[in-house]
């Protein structure tokens, strides 16, 4: 009767039980309590006091895209065609 052989262990390599500890590590340091101090008003306050909202126009140089009237086809054919030597 032939004998029956069992596979050998598989056993972690150095890096998987290092990735593993690290892993374990960082999860354990994030569940300490750390005192949080808030500076001013709690952002959860109805009541804090906030500075008025006002509105105040961007000065970029941006184009105004107001309506105007159409161009002529003559023109949009010279801006577009392929220029001359």
Not at 8 to 32: E, F, W
């Amino acid at each position: 009767m032939p004998s029956l052989r069992f596979p050998r262990p598989v056993r972690p390599s150095r890096t998987l039980r290092a990735g593993a500890m690290t892993v374990g590590l960082v999860i354990a340091g994030g569940c300490t309590a750390v005192p949080r101090t808030e500076v001013g008003s709690s952002p959860s306050d109805p009541g804090a006091r906030v500075p008025p909202v006002a509105y105040r126009p961007v000065m970029s140089g941006a184009r105004t895209f107001r309506p105007v009237e159409p161009k002529g086809w003559e023109d949009l054919n010279r801006q577009v065609a392929p220029k001359g030597n």
